[in-house]
Nanobody, 126 residues
Framework: QVQLVESGGGLVQAGGSLRLSCAAS????????MGWFRQAPGKEREFVAA????????YYADSVKGRFTISRDNAKNTAYLRMNSLKPEDTATYFC???????????????????WGQGTQVTVSS
């Protein structure tokens, strides 16, 4: 069982930055790929970014490429999402998710992730 706890959300002005953290309570964190998803009110959940167990490969939604950076620290059992140049349309609840790294494909499909955090709210004002 993997428990995930997000933190770091908040209110920021457009153009600002935030760093989200996702702390995992599992001894074998390095066996899991990590993903970030978001859901805005009235919209479906959407993929944001994913990272393999080693951090050697990362994947991003087109809407955040060049602005967001996903990373991880396996020694701290934590994944991060650095968000720069934030836009009002980035406003959403952000969720981190974990899945066994061996699955290897469909990084953007939420159904392929086994464990989810409770979410952290990010609000970007114009």
């Amino acid at each position: 069982q993997v428990q995930l706890v997000e933190s770091g959300g908040g209110l920021v002005q457009a153009g600002g930055s935030l760093r989200l953290s996702c702390a995992a309570s599992v001894r074998t964190f390095s066996r899991y790929a990590m993903g970030w998803f978001r859901q805005a009110p009235g919209k479906e959940r959407e993929f944001v970014a994913a990272i393999t167990w080693s951090g050697g490969s990362t994947y991003y939604a087109d809407s955040v490429k060049g602005r967001f950076t996903i990373s991880r620290d396996n020694a701290k059992n934590t994944a991060y999402l650095r968000m720069n140049s934030l836009k009002p349309e980035d406003t959403a609840t952000y969720f981190c998710a974990a899945r066994p790294d061996y699955r290897g494909t469909d990084w953007d499909r939420g159904l392929t992730y086994d464990y989810w955090g409770q979410g952290t709210q990010v609000t970007v004002s114009s």
